[in-house]
């Protein structure tokens, strides 16, 4: 008998990739969305909102689901936080919950609905980042030296729950990821170098490092990159992003690999 996935979807081109490797493991699919996504409507998926998230445990029961799994970007909110952890917890929230936080509630989804989390790495794992070049210019020793150093302050961060990625100048922290995200982050390390902020030294290269948080269950918000992530890195002046292997998810691998070998941008999968 196949399983039966419920798959909350947010936004991004990581959705229809997952929807492909669950069809082709079997999986009889259920999929929620939320937001507008005009390129499932084939699907039949049911809309709810993080506002309202009744709408979603009763899809997942109905439909009978074994596991559910998330992919795609979400936003949260304090307020969206705060009414989740109410919702979930059955008592009036105070305050706003970190993304740690986050996975209690998932663990918690799991007890209301009889279904088991799933990490979207084990349903497509071929999106997994495997260790070496992965895309643009073999890198040399200044920038490997620097890219385990981005993703060891990448961690530390974590540590933090601020977010899963660090820039850094040779051995100097520039700018970490917080709750605006990746894009967010490199639009910053962009206006630090129009402000002269960031030099580019032969000896400093900017590498971008991201990686899962410290204790981070995988099934929750696992880190990922995009050939968007390769643009805006050669638009702030990135020369390297460097990835945890067999932890971050690589969205549209060959765009990736094409997008870093046109615009010189090394992409790097280390193992933490």
């Not at 918690?108 to 997994?128: N, Q």
């Not at 992965?134 to 150093?149: C, F, N």
Request: aromatic share 4%; charged share 20%; proline share 5%.
């Amino acid at each position: 008998m196949a399983e039966r996935l419920a798959l909350i979807a947010g936004s991004g081109a990581l959705v229809p990739e997952v929807i492909a490797a669950a069809r082709e493991k079997g999986f009889e699919l259920k999929l929620l969305t939320l937001g507008r996504r005009h390129d499932l409507a084939g699907y039949e998926p049911v809309k709810f909102s993080l506002a309202n998230p009744q709408t979603a445990v009763e899809a997942i029961r109905a439909f009978g689901a074994t596991r559910f799994a998330m992919a795609g970007g979400v936003s949260l909110s304090d307020v969206v936080r705060e009414g989740l952890a109410s919702y979930f917890s059955g008592a009036p929230a105070r305050q706003s919950i970190g993304d740690t936080s986050i996975s209690d509630l998932v663990r918690r989804l799991e007890d209301m609905t009889g279904a088991k989390p799933m990490g979207v790495h084990e349903i497509a794992p071929d999106l997994l980042a495997g260790e070496g070049t992965l895309g643009g210019p073999q890198p040399d020793a200044l920038v490997l030296e620097t890219a385990r150093h981005a993703l060891t302050l990448a961690r530390q961060a974590g540590a933090l729950d601020l977010g899963q990625a660090v820039v850094v100048a040779g051995k100097r922290a520039i700018a970490a990821e917080d709750v605006g995200g990746t894009d967010a982050l490199l639009r910053r390390v962009r206006w630090l170098r129009f402000r002269g902020l960031v030099a580019d030294g032969n000896a400093s290269p900017l590498v971008l490092g991201k990686c899962p948080k410290p204790d981070q269950p995988l099934f929750v918000d696992m880190p990922a990159i995009g050939p968007r992530t390769v643009e805006n890195a050669r638009k702030s002046g990135v020369s390297a992003i460097a990835v945890a292997a067999g932890v971050t998810l690589l969205i549209q691998r060959q765009a990736i690999r094409a997008t870093a070998d046109r615009l010189g941008v090394s992409v790097i999968g280390l193992t933490l």
